[in-house]
């Protein structure tokens, strides 16, 4: 993990996506996590480029939907509750070959859901070194109470006689 000023939650949550999974494969790193705002840095490189030399499309989208995620994570209360990314849309706006890219999650507001829980809406984007705007968009991530997902496994189980 690279150098940090993060403590606490934030360093934890940080800690735990930089190490390992998808995070840890692009060099993902975050530099801010905060219950409204979280940003990270993803270097471009080769492992992230798409057939014609170019940062891939998909390779931003991960970026932009581990930061939703993380503040999905640090927005809610993980001993009772569970955040799910549900729903992403993100236009791509440019590329780039070097460098890095910026990615960046803004809580922009959160709404009951109709059956268990809440939504947290995420107005995300992705900046070059230069701050231009590579990619942007929204990221919805659902928080459910664990109690209700454990209801709903007990019921799948007893439908399938298990």
């Not at 930089?18 to 993902?28: D, F, P």
């Not at 989208?61 to 849309?89: M, N, R």
Request: aromatic fraction near 6%; glycine fraction near 10%; charge should be negative.
């Amino acid at each position: 993990m690279a150098e940090t000023e993060l403590t606490g939650t934030a360093l934890e949550i940080a800690q735990k996506r930089e190490t390992r999974g998808l995070n840890h494969t692009l060099g993902v790193h975050f530099t801010k996590v905060e219950p409204d705002l979280v940003e990270a840095v993803m270097p471009i490189t080769p492992a992230v480029y798409q057939p014609f030399g170019l940062l891939h499309g998909g390779a931003t989208i991960a970026l932009l939907e581990s930061v939703a995620s993380a503040g999905g994570e640090v927005a809610c209360d993980l001993e009772v509750e569970q955040p799910l990314g549900v729903h992403c849309d993100i236009r791509h706006k440019k590329s780039g070959r070097t460098g890095s890219v910026r990615g960046v999650a803004r809580l922009a507001g959160r709404r009951p859901s109709s059956r268990a829980g809440y939504y947290l809406d995420w107005d995300v984007a992705a900046y070059d070194d230069e701050g231009d705007v590579i990619s942007e968009g929204t990221f919805v991530v659902k928080v459910v109470p664990k109690a209700y997902l454990a209801e709903k496994e007990a019921a799948r189980k007893a439908a399938k006689g298990e």
